[in-house]
């Protein structure tokens, strides 16, 4: 005699499957959640909070403001609206430094070239936060995709500057190619010929002084005796004007000029000007230093705190800076090279290349005040132009 199985006992497996499929599905969205690196898990939740403040505050030269840097960003992350600053780094920095005074913080960002004194004043009194603590995304943590297998920070302590451009050091120091044979030179001390005596002009940066001197000032070849003897024996001639001070090296006015600017562009179109090569200053060496190279900081207590790692993160990776190198060297025209190694490097200008096999030392901040000090005093007996 066959027993019946009661309907409600044949069931039961049913019941069983259902109850676990349903357990199950509850709790896939917390074991996905703990199978996502802590990374992914951090960076949506920044991505989140930037959404939620809609913009970011980009303060700076060209490097962060320029159009077509800020249309990249903007094309990738639709929801921050980028809020762009520029203008010539001195007043940028006392605007920055007059605001926060006043109880306005108004800048999320700043990026711009380290050879003056703004980043200097800025890591001086304090006003930057960590730029490091914002790395998230793995291709910007990865230091091997870097100049030197790492990061370079211009303050290594602190980590509040990170200087993501890695420009070989120019000497700053360019002539006239109708009347200068570059091979007549072998040392900066050569400058200090009679020959040359009244033909130098020098170009002064408003704001920020005279930067390549800086590194200059510091070098234990030259050092302070080098600059007071060039501008106390040489009768150079200042010009604070950014255009006159080329046109006078282009014109034969002065056929030697230091800290000229534009003459990569000047000479692209057809005037007789260059730079001095390091090999005819043997005291240049092969260091990449702040003159001319460029950094990114955040400015502490930000507006937009999440917006602003959320492009520091997007800057620094592999296709914010191929957009970055791509801009500079094609529509700013400045010869540019980033500190990253994994982009390509056939849009950087001549200047800007670095050799391979050739080990660059890259120096981080040297206080411009003792070389601006000395050179005021010095200047003090001639008429800036």
Not at 157 to 182: D, F
Not at 309 to 321: A, C, E, H
């Amino acid at each position: 005699m066959t027993m019946r199985v009661p309907v409600f006992l044949r069931r039961i497996p049913v019941y069983i499957l259902l109850l676990l499929s349903l357990m199950t599905a509850r709790a896939m969205p917390a074991i996905m959640a703990a199978e996502k690196p802590s990374w992914q898990v951090e960076w949506e939740n920044v991505v989140a909070g930037a959404k939620k403040e809609g913009a970011v505050s980009l303060w700076g030269d060209m490097e962060i403001t320029h159009p077509d840097i800020v249309a990249a960003f903007a094309k990738e992350f639709p929801f921050i609206k980028p809020i762009t600053v520029t203008g010539r780094v001195g007043d940028l920095t006392m605007r920055i430094l007059s605001e926060r005074r006043a109880g306005k913080y108004l800048a999320d960002l700043y990026s711009g070239v380290m050879g003056g004194a703004a980043f200097f004043e800025f890591y001086r009194t304090g006003v930057l936060d960590s730029v490091k603590s914002a790395f998230i995304l793995p291709e910007v943590t990865d230091e091997s995709k870097w100049l030197g297998g790492k990061h370079h920070y211009v303050d290594p302590e602190t980590q509040q500057i990170i200087l993501y451009e890695g420009t070989p050091a120019g000497t700053s120091v360019y002539y006239n190619t109708e009347s200068v044979n570059p091979n007549d030179f072998s040392s900066y001390w050569d400058l200090l010929d009679p020959k040359w005596k009244g033909n130098i002009a020098m170009f002064e940066r408003v704001g920020s002084g005279f930067p390549g001197l800086t590194p200059i000032y510091y070098n234990p070849r030259l050092g302070p005796d080098f600059i007071r003897r060039l501008l106390g024996e040489m009768n150079v001639t200042v010009s604070r004007d950014r255009r006159q001070a080329t046109d006078w090296l282009a014109s034969g006015k002065f056929v030697l000029c230091i800290g000229c600017a534009d003459v990569e562009h000047a000479s692209k179109d057809g005037m007789a000007v260059s730079e001095l090569d390091r090999r005819h200053l043997k005291e240049a060496g092969n260091g990449i230093g702040l003159n001319g190279n460029s950094g990114l900081a955040i400015v502490s207590k930000a507006a937009h705190p999440h917006a602003a790692t959320v492009f520091v993160n997007w800057f620094l990776s592999r296709r914010g800076q191929m957009v970055w190198q791509e801009v500079m060297n094609t529509k700013v025209e400045e010869p540019s090279n980033s500190m990253r190694i994994d982009i390509p490097k056939d849009n950087v200008l001549p200047a800007a290349r670095r050799e391979n096999g050739v080990k660059y030392i890259v120096t981080g901040f040297l206080n411009p005040e003792p070389p601006s000090k000395l050179i005021e005093e010095l200047l003090g007996r001639k008429r800036a132009r």
